[in-house]
């Protein structure tokens, strides 16, 4: 059973970070693309940043691109999402998503085969 749990959310001020981490259990890690997708209430989920399996090869969203980076730790299954210069349009609920396509790292949510519950980010004025 594949299972992605998401953690590292919280409320941060305007100006701040935060690194989301993203676990997943029962799939060969490293033989999945991980995209990072975040969502706001009656909008549909907007691409954040990707990696292919291997890790080499990282893409980030035009809305975020220079303030946020995803990476990945093979060895501990897990792909992160560093965040700084974060504002308040940033505030979401951001998930994680697995691809089996291993070179995928695609922009659309709909690639992806599974995904984790969700951690809030809330960025305060």
């Known amino acids: 059973q594949v299972q992605l749990v998401e953690s590292g959310g919280g409320v941060v001020q305007s100006g701040g970070s935060l690194i989301l981490s993203c676990k997943a259990s029962?799939?060969?890690?490293?033989?999945?693309?991980m995209g990072w997708f975040r969502q706001t209430p009656g909008k549909e989920r907007e691409f954040v940043g990707a990696?292919?399996?291997?890790?080499?090869?990282?893409y980030s969203g035009d809305s975020v691109k220079g303030r946020f980076t995803v990476s990945r730790d093979n060895a501990k299954n897990t792909v992160y999402l560093f965040m700084i210069t974060l504002y308040p349009e940033d505030t979401a609920v951001y998930f994680c998503?697995?691809?089996?396509?291993?070179?995928?790292?695609?922009?659309?949510?709909?690639?992806?085969?599974?995904w984790g519950q969700g951690t809030q980010v809330t960025v305060s004025s």
């Open positions: 998503g697995a691809d089996r396509r291993r070179g995928g790292a695609s922009i659309d949510a709909r690639q992806y085969d599974y």
């Open positions: 029962g799939l060969k890690f490293d033989d999945y693309a």
């Open positions: 990696t292919n399996g291997g890790g080499g090869i990282t």
